[in-house]
């Protein structure tokens, strides 16, 4: 089952990014922020009542027309069965009265699950996906974190 997050489930996410050991884990505080604030862009996979894959999302400030992913997390047990691609999916038909016309996010080189997930989506949707650097390694104050590039997906119908 596909629904908003609400701020009970901040917790859940935050719990599910920590199993995952792939993803930028962020404070407990900023996954009950995203899911009260920001659960109109965002959603979540249950099965019976256990969360088993989320989407954090925003609309971007200047430009409006563009949806911005943040964080994509399926639990392992949940992997290679479509599941990230249903949620992106599904968070679309979700914001289907705000009229979007991209989809961003960003993602690391070796993060090949994640590059596989957005050109996917790109053919699934029958449209493009332009990939351009976002961040550079030096940016980061960790010298181990990899650049970010940003995925762009679009024009979407």
């Not at 679309?92 to 994640?114: C, F, W």
Request: with cysteine; glycine share 4%.
């Amino acid at each position: 089952m596909f629904r908003e997050p609400t701020e009970n489930d901040g917790s859940k996410m935050y719990t599910l990014v920590k199993k995952t050991k792939v993803l930028d884990l962020n404070s407990p505080y900023s996954y009950l922020m995203w899911a009260k604030y920001f659960n109109k862009t965002s959603i979540i996979a249950e099965i019976d009542d256990e969360l088993v894959g989320f989407i954090s999302g925003f609309i971007q400030p200047h430009s409006p027309h563009t949806l911005f992913v943040w964080q994509v997390a399926v639990d392992k047990s949940q992997r290679g069965k479509g599941l990230a691609t249903n949620l992106l999916v599904n968070l679309l038909k979700q914001l289907e009265d705000k009229n979007i016309h991209y989809l961003e996010a960003t993602v690391t080189p070796s993060n090949l699950p994640s590059r596989n997930l957005f050109t996917g989506l790109a053919n699934k949707l029958e449209t493009n996906c332009k990939v351009k650097e976002c961040f550079s390694a030096e940016q980061f104050p960790d010298s181990t974190h990899e650049p970010e590039f940003t995925y762009r997906i679009g024009p979407l119908k």
